[in-house]
């Protein structure tokens, strides 16, 4: 089995209308980095046109606007492309379970079968790490690993995913020193895979 830092990962965020997709919210971007043995070596980012405005908050959170949106292509369109660009690979999100709602709920709308990918949700492997920390959302992080950070960009996917990524190669670093360094043994860690290969 590979050592976790030679695993290829797709790393996303999405943006969304709201924070629950049951409720027919929807994404309005997705973005993504592909990591390849610690290098970025490709991206996705896709604005979506939910068909309806948005609201001032998400305006306000994103920096998205509904001119921004105006001849984008629909979530089905955009999703079928984004499953395609990601293949096989092992995702990675921070918050996971958010972001692996609206992609699931994507796929039930839209009949693409079922999500298999490993997901690893950095949030939990954060709170795994450092227990004794309070907070470990993507600005602490980044100052915590002195990552450089424009706050400005933050609610962005791209920008977001790109972050993420970073931060997900420090803590993997923190895991081979635990000897933590293969997904078989990543699963057996309580939370952190917030989807599992069926």
């Known amino acids: 089995m590979k ?11 999405t943006e969304t209308t709201g924070l629950d997709p049951k409720s027919g919210n929807s994404m309005i971007e997705i973005g993504a980095v592909k990591v390849k043995e610690g290098r970025i070596v490709d991206r996705f980012d896709e604005l979506i046109n939910p068909g309806r405005p948005l ?3 998400i305006v306000e959170v994103t920096n998205i606007t509904d001119e921004m949106l105006v001849g984008k292509p629909d979530e089905e369109t955009v999703v079928k492309k984004f499953i395609a660009w990601m293949g096989d690979d092992i995702l990675v999100a921070h918050n996971a379970r958010f972001d692996l709602s609206f992609l699931k709920m994507a796929y039930f709308k839209y009949s693409l079968g079922n999500l298999n990918s490993n997901c690893i949700d950095t ?3 954060s709170r795994y790490l450092e227990p004794y920390e309070r907070y470990h959302n993507l ?3 980044m100052e915590r690993y002195e990552i450089a950070w424009d706050e ?5 996917a791209d920008y977001d995913a790109e972050g993420t990524s970073l931060i997900l190669m420090e803590m993997l670093k923190r895991l081979e020193k635990r000897n933590i360094t293969t ?3 990543l699963q057996k860690l309580p939370k952190i895979l917030a989807n599992k290969r069926v």
């Open 152 to 156: 400005e960009k933050h609610h962005r």
């Open 55 to 57: 609201d001032a908050k």
């Open 123 to 125: 949030l939990e492997l």
């Open 3 to 13: 050592n976790l830092l030679e695993e290829t990962y797709i790393v996303f965020d």
């Open 139 to 141: 600005t602490v992080l």
């Open 183 to 185: 997904l078989e043994q």
